[in-house]
């Protein structure tokens, strides 16, 4: 397109951004930077300086996703939205919720939140477990009629969760219409900060019957569940129920074995499920050493720490 000596517009300019962004070109991205603050198109182009903002906060640059969203002059909802989620993405959860504030201060038609702006609120609360900043998020949705969003209802799900709330995730659990894996992972999520075992199997029960197949998140989650609550015999029946019913054995659920088995004080079954796991699984190794010093074994230790450092595991 270049070489033909044809200019990219406001149309063409957003997408090959976003390629900038997904494959990560920071320098690639800043190349198109200048091209575009040279032709002039950028300032007074929402979608254009949008764009940027999301290549630079996919590719880690905060500084430098700020300092083109300062240039736009007319800034809309995406513009805000790709703000507020850049820097939650980047470890600047309460940046985010700021830059989320102040969005809602202008507070214009153009400005207004969508539900992937309240999907990003939700995670800054949730990172920082600010209950009260979620809950005033939450009457946001109340009052703007968002709460149809299958992504706000999730969201709002997993809020509640990480702040440690089960009682009003479970809430905003019964009003989820759809429920997906990801709203009973975020339950069961839930009721494993609070080392609820029960609550727990129950969701998990529930999520069978409703015809969802865990994956290895819900399974280490359930197994962890078990370990923490040493509850020894709950926790080797479902390790039988996972053989039984061919669930899925990867890395996680490999590690959530170990290190319950390890908890229970049971190494002769941790040491056969370690010999089958992948030599570079890391934290099986760091497992198995902790296993092997909580039971008192420091010759063990120190053999398996020696064979770690002679295979450059650290």
Known sequence: MRAS?????????????????????????????????????????????????????????????????????????????ALVIGCVQNGESKMGLECLREMNRIGGDVERPNFRTLEGGFQACGNLGDLLAG??????????????????????????????????????????????????TAMISAYLRMERATECFGMFWEMLVSGIYPDGIVISCMLSSFSNSMRVFEGKAFHG??????????????????????????LKLAEKLFGRVNEQNFEAWNLMVSGYRKMGLILKCIELFREMQYLGIE
């Open 135 to 184: 809950r005033c998020l939450h009457g946001l949705v109340v009052k703007t009629g968002m709460g149809y969003s299958q992504v706000v209802q999730s969201s709002l799900l997993s809020m509640y969760s990480k702040c440690g709330n089960p009682e009003e995730a479970h809430r905003s659990f019964c009003e989820v219409v759809k429920k997906d894996l990801i709203s009973w």
């Open 5 to 81: 000596e044809a200019l990219p517009n406001h149309f063409t300019l957003p997408m090959i951004v976003a390629s900038c962004a997904e494959l990560e070109l920071v320098n690639c991205g800043r190349s198109i930077h200048g091209l575009v603050s040279k032709l002039g198109i950028f300032s007074d182009n929402s979608a254009v300086g949008s764009s940027f903002v999301y290549m630079y906060s996919k590719c880690g640059v905060l500084e430098e996703a700020h300092g083109v969203f300062d240039e736009i002059l007319f800034r809309d909802v995406v513009a805000w939205t």
């Open 241 to 266: 129920l996972i053989i039984r019913r061919g669930y899925i054995l990867d890395q996680l659920v490999q590690n959530a074995l170990l290190s319950m088995y390890c908890k229970f004080g049971f």
